[in-house]
């Protein structure tokens, strides 16, 4: 079994390696990966951060593969594994585990101490994180509303008055002159569950610069709505729904919700989800889901999920394995 670099040069090999990835996740619902969306997420990682991808093949197909990011502003100490996937008729073999031992070999090699990554709190990635010794750092559920029956005339009586603020909405990538308020706003969400030997993270202008940009190239656009005091227009809160930009689903995913310590306790979180889910329905005819996660323990954030409709879709739970030398 020849473990390789991920060849970007050989159009089979990033093809091959989407197409393992979609199989592999077949049966989980939900949105997946365009190509040129995981072709950046396992060959550069997110913005602050390096990536690299490893894949195994047989003939001319690719039958499994993993990739890794290494945060580089910041907890440099962690590895955040995505995806390792074999596809399913060739599940059995050992493939798995010895793509698994490779990407420890890697983590060492880069000096990282602690790995990180994602399942279904069901099936094969479950089983297969516990069989190698991982264990659950942090719980967490997948919602999902659906446009199509949402009681729309109770969000509109859920909504809060909230005096001192203005609400400010915009599509697409944020304009330069932005990047500063949504960095300071990004780094809000340093507060939010995570595990304990998780560092916060270090958003700069830059850092929001080149995630503006990526979202071009991922084939991605996003609506977005923050709040600004009124009496002297700081950042208070920010909300984003991201979707394909060819609007070729049918799927919204919810992105990050903050409000700032300073601003909390005037139900601006409420106020930002909701105008922003009208813009998308009144834009985003084509959207008839948006999907959302939440650690179990962000009891504040679940129970304003739950109060606009969303329900269970199912559990992912976030695993850790600490990495010897």
Request: one cysteine or more; glycine letters at 8%; proline letters at 6%.
């Amino acid at each position: 079994m020849l473990i390789q670099p991920l060849d970007t040069d050989r159009p089979g090999h990033l093809h091959g390696f989407h197409q393992a990835y979609l199989a592999a996740h077949a049966h989980v619902p939900g949105p997946k990966l365009t190509r040129p969306h995981f072709v950046i997420e396992v060959t550069e990682g997110p913005p602050g951060g390096t990536a690299e991808a490893w894949v195994v093949t047989e003939g001319d197909e690719v039958t499994g593969g993993y990739a890794m990011s290494f945060p580089e502003d910041d907890n440099r100490h962690m590895a955040w594994l995505f995806p390792l996937v074999v596809r399913p008729e060739r599940r059995g073999a050992g493939l798995g585990s010895a793509l698994f031992e490779h990407a420890l070999g890697r983590v060492r090699a880069r000096g990282r101490r602690l790995l990180l990554t994602e399942t279904p709190s069901t099936g094969v990635g479950a089983r297969f994180a516990r069989a190698h010794g991982m264990d659950v750092s942090l719980e967490q559920a997948r919602r999902v509303l659906d446009l199509r029956t949402a009681d729309w005339a109770a969000l509109d009586r859920l909504t809060p008055e909230v005096e001192g603020y203005d609400l400010e909405h915009w599509t697409g990538p944020a304009r330069t002159e932005l990047h500063r308020d949504l960095a300071t706003l990004m780094n809000g969400m340093n507060d939010a569950p995570r595990d304990a030997d998780v560092e916060d993270a270090a958003y700069t202008p830059e850092r929001v610069r080149a995630a503006e940009e990526n979202l071009a190239r991922i084939g991605e656009t996003c609506h977005t709505t923050i709040a600004r005091r009124r009496d002297d227009g700081a950042p208070a809160g920010l909300t984003r729904i991201y979707l394909r930009a060819d609007r070729s689903d049918a799927w919204g995913n919810q992105g990050d919700t903050t409000v700032l310590p300073e601003h909390r306790g005037h139900r601006l979180g409420l106020l930002l989800k909701l105008a922003n889910l009208r813009s998308l329905r009144e834009h985003e005819p084509h959207v008839e889901q948006v999907i959302t996660w939440n650690a179990v323990s962000n009891r504040h954030m679940i129970a304003i999920n739950e109060a606009m409709g969303f329900t269970v879709l199912d559990h992912w739970p976030e695993w850790r394995l600490d990495v010897t030398p």
